[in-house]
């Protein structure tokens, strides 16, 4: 298996940084695009890589927020075969709300009736190598950088995130933002046993540029030393500042900038 980031906030080589998410994936089976990040970036960083996003067989959005699917329509136009499987909440209304404004960061939702698009509900099994799940639990180690994030009713629950697991040679879960929490995530994952953890775990707020607390990245950090042998790769939406923390704590961190590829 072979994970490239398309998209991502920083840059390694001559790849476009920019705030969002995309991983480019092959398996023995599929070519997948995990998230599309915002804009065209993704467009100008297949072509930089030389990867083929007509290719593309499936793609997974892992939630209701533009910069992991702000790119769906150029990738309609330009893909016509791969199966789009997004929860089907992650097409209501989200919004980041900062002091009194408010201001939309959810998908284009008169993209949800392509045809293209799978709308799943909940934990959903896509083929033998592949699998969705959602995490309704939020209790531990739970980022306030979540607390400015809304839906049409309130403060976000965030069940229109899923996450997906890759049973190849290794089993690899991929996150988007882990707004529910990379522990509660990591929580429910264990039973498939993922040798690999590669996501954003939202501990930065991007308005108010702020990092959390050193006592919740310290829990964080505790937490996940209960997985021995598990590598983790970080990225998007963990900041610099808790990226630097966690790595001082876990011996098994490193980070997917844009433009690096890793092998598994």
Not at 73 to 91: D, E, S
Request: net charge neutral.
């Amino acid at each position: 298996m072979k994970i490239t980031a398309l998209v991502e906030n920083k840059s390694e080589g001559r790849t476009i940084p920019k705030h969002g998410l995309s991983l480019y994936i092959e398996t023995q089976k599929h070519k997948i695009l995990f998230d599309l990040g915002p804009d065209d970036t993704l467009f100008k960083n297949a072509e930089i890589m030389n990867i083929d996003l007509s290719e593309v067989d499936t793609v997974v959005i892992s939630h209701g927020h533009m910069d992991h699917g702000g790119a769906l329509k150029r990738f309609l136009q330009v893909n016509g075969k791969a199966r789009i499987y997004v929860q089907r909440t992650a097409f209501e209304p989200h919004y980041s709300k900062f002091l009194f404004l408010k201001v939309n960061v959810g998908l284009d939702a008169d993209l949800k009736s392509n045809p293209q698009i799978v709308l799943t509900e909940g934990d959903y099994q896509i083929d033998e190598e592949l699998s969705l799940f959602t995490v309704s639990r939020r209790d531990k180690c739970y980022s306030g950088a979540n607390d400015a994030l809304y839906n049409k009713s309130g403060k976000d629950d965030f069940l229109h995130e899923q996450n997906l697991l890759i049973r190849d040679k290794k089993t690899v879960l991929i996150t988007g933002c882990g707004h529910t929490g990379i522990v509660n995530i990591m929580e429910k994952a264990a039973a498939f046993s993922p040798q690999v953890c590669i996501g954003g775990f939202h501990l930065f707020n991007p308005l108010t540029k702020k990092t959390e607390p050193v006592s919740l990245l310290n829990n964080i950090a505790q937490e996940l030393q209960k997985y021995d042998g598990i590598r983790f790769y970080t990225c998007h939406c963990t900041g610099s500042e808790a990226y630097q923390f966690l790595v001082r704590q876990l011996p098994d961190v490193g980070y997917l900038s844009c433009g690096k590829s890793i092998d598994i």
